[in-house]
């Protein structure tokens, strides 16, 4: 395992599933949060933060 400067890292098949875990929780709290007491301007930003997240999901995928 190794470590950056956002804690530590891991390579590797097994690592590329908790990725793909991490990244639908990602998206499951960007939409709950889009769905709260929020001003537009940070709907729009989370709304946007998931259209990129899911296109590079599509492009992955392709």
């Known amino acids: 395992m190794e470590n950056n400067k956002n804690g530590p890292v891991n390579s590797g098949p097994s ?3 908790s990725v793909l875990e991490e990244i639908e929780e990602i ?4 939409k709950m949060m889009s769905h709260s007491h929020m001003t537009l301007p940070v709907k729009n930003v ?7 997240i899911e ?3 599509k492009e992955n995928n392709e």
Not at 46 to 51: D, G, Q, V
């Open 15 to 17: 690592s590329e599933i």
């Open 46 to 52: 989370l709304c946007r933060m998931l259209e990129v």
């Open 27 to 30: 998206k499951i709290n960007i």
């Open 55 to 57: 296109r590079i999901e």
